[in-house]
């Protein structure tokens, strides 16, 4: 099984076979409240962006329901100054890319976007919702060794939350995992089986998962 095929199988038809519970969009609404949490206790702070990770059909109807989905995020923008983008991955994956300081913005986006395929009927096809963090100034580089950069990954396959620590190389911060997943346990519904906390590498060194 390739790399690609073994992120499908985590974050696709396994994962919702297995799933404990449906996902449910307002369930991305606790992030609000995490973003404070991560900045008051654990000096991260949001990398100004977030997006929504989904699987393309080749039809004309979920053409129009992508158009639609910048239809309602343009009109965001106009509102909240909320930036974005829709590309491709080169794993294949689409992504609805956002980008605001304001993480109140970013998290109100990403409900959008996501209500918006699910109402036409295309919610089988999201995959995650990924909100990035980072520590920045004094904080960064502290000598208890957490990484630099985190992420929280909401798997619309299983309904829940878990956390992503990368380090270079394609490695892990397991450590920051499990005090991430300690903090904020009881604020957001988490993953409590850590096989489908799969990570999401990004096509670049040092980039975030949609770039």
């Known amino acids: 099984m390739g790399i690609f095929d ?81 590309r491709e991955d080169s794993h294949g994956w689409e992504w609805v890319v956002l980008r605001d300081d304001d993480p109140e913005d970013l998290v109100t986006s990403v409900h959008f976007a996501a209500d918006e395929f699910i109402e036409r009927g295309y919610g089988s096809r999201i995959l995650a919702a990924v909100f990035g963090f980072e520590r920045t100034g004094d904080r960064r580089g502290d000598d208890d060794g957490d990484a630099d950069r985190a992420y929280w990954i909401y798997s619309f396959r299983r309904g829940a939350y878990y956390p992503f620590a990368p380090k270079s190389g394609k490695e892990r911060n397991q450590r920051l995992e499990f005090k991430l997943e300690s903090m904020l346990d009881g604020e957001l519904g988490l993953e409590d089986d850590e096989s489908y906390w799969y990570p999401m590498w990004p096509d670049t060194a040092g980039g975030h998962p949609w770039e």
Request: proline share 1%; hydrophobic share 40%; with cysteine.
């Open 6 to 86: 073994a992120i499908r199988s985590v974050l696709g038809t396994s994962a919702e076979a297995d799933a404990t519970r449906d996902a449910d969009p307002e369930d991305l609404f606790g992030m609000s409240t995490a973003y404070v949490t991560m900045e008051a206790d654990l000096g991260y702070t949001s990398v100004g962006a977030a997006a929504l990770c989904f699987s393309g059909v080749d039809s004309t109807d979920f053409a129009e329901t992508v158009e639609d989905v910048e239809t309602i995020l343009r009109a965001g923008e106009e509102e909240t100054g909320t930036a974005f983008e829709l």
